[in-house]
């Protein structure tokens, strides 16, 4: 059973900043694309931002300059530094591994809530 533990999440002020962390086995995380989705209330879930195992990244245009995804390889940990945070960011986000090759192998963290609030 592969496993995605998420941490991080809480309520900051706009404007402010946050740092989520998803932690998995090494075995998973040497081979499979991570990345970070979000599903806002009301809306679909949408992807944030992911980096392969050769750490190449993609985010969505909506975070660029204001999000970035980085991993640990050492930890076998993905980190999504958030700053500059807009109530538009309130969302549940979910660390997600794929499998570079094939989608039969995608997995999903629990969720870690963020909300943007004064």
């Known amino acids: 059973q592969v496993q995605l533990v998420e941490s991080g999440g809480g309520l900051v002020q706009p404007g402010g900043s946050l740092r989520l962390s998803c932690a998995t086995s090494r075995s998973i995380f040497s081979i499979y694309t991570m990345g970070w989705y979000r599903r806002a209330p009301g809306k679909q879930r949408e992807l944030v931002a992911t980096?392969?195992?050769?750490?190449?990244?993609n985010s969505a245009d909506s975070v660029k300059g204001r999000f970035t995804i980085s991993r640990d390889n050492a930890k076998s940990t993905v980190y999504l530094q958030m700053s500059s945070l807009k109530p538009e960011d309130t969302a549940v986000y979910y660390c997600?591994?794929?499998?570079?090759?094939?989608?039969?192998?995608?997995?999903w963290g629990q969720g870690t809530q963020v909300t943007v609030s004064s």
């Open positions: 997600n591994a794929r499998h570079p090759a094939t989608l039969f192998y995608n997995y």
């Open positions: 980096v392969t195992s050769a750490g190449d990244t």
